[in-house]
DNA sequence: GCCAACGTTGGC
DNA sequence: GCCAACGTTGGC
């Protein structure tokens, strides 16, 4: 079996969770060397944690943060056990629907490797996925064609929200091409306005109506058509929560990924992680 | 089982 | 701080 590549992100920044930071930066990373993944709550993410196996590669991400990027790579150090957290009533993240003898969430521990000898910042990312594949910008023309093709798919730009992901191979070349060599110092990172440009702000008049909370989504949006996923390869059992698109915009997201322990539950929070102690 | 409402993620 | 995106819940 392919040895799998994966993404997971953390917030470097401080923010208070039931009166605990939940920050996790690189540098905490780098200080602690291992850390268990702990306070991720979303299916999808858990069971991606599921598969990995000692070893694999990673890279760890800086998100909800002034400059979200990645920052550093890692290996996993220890396949999935049961996330601890979720039975500490006192923790952010703790879920009173998961029992010690049936545990609904799991963490991997992982392991700091190295950091990034340049930080790859999301915003190079989406500029490079805004490109036409035949326009590679001379500053990172060293990763061709083909590394623009394999960052228009990553996850990283198609599925923003999920903080556990799996990176291709392809993906996983480029990213080490890019955090060894640089070159986008100079560069404008604005994505170039694609197709979905929405700018349509009003023109504002005079006393205009507020319109509620209502965002109209204007759809007929739907670019979307890789979302290649490969998807779950859950061991456990097939999800059944499938697909719940939404109505709106024709979503194409593939299923939830998800497995429940009978019944089904939630938390709602998602996969956000780390809590430091 | 559909889908509107709700609540969270996380970029900007 | 705003708000688009989207996962999840719950009414029907």
Redesign the pocket.
Known sequence: MATKYWLL?AEPDSRIVKGKDVKFSVDDFERVSVSPWEGV????ARNLMKEMQVGEKAVFYH????N?GIAAFAQVAREAYPDYTSWDESHPYYDPKSEKDKPKWYMVDLEFTARAKHFIP??LF?HIASLATDEPPTEVGYIGEDGIRAIKTMNLV??????VQRVDSNAWNIIQLLAAKGGWEEMDLK?KKSS?T?MVKPKSRIGEVKAGKK?E?EQGIEEESPLSSLDSDEEGKPDI?AV?S????S?K?KA?A?EQPHD?????????RRVRN
């Open positions: 992100k709550r979303n299916y999808e998100s909800n943060c002034k979200p999301l915003t989406r198609t599925r923003g929200r999920l903080s994505p979905h929405k965002k989504v929560a719940q939404r109505g709106t915009a979503r997201r939830p998800d089904a539950e939630g938390l709602r929070r998602s996969g956000r």
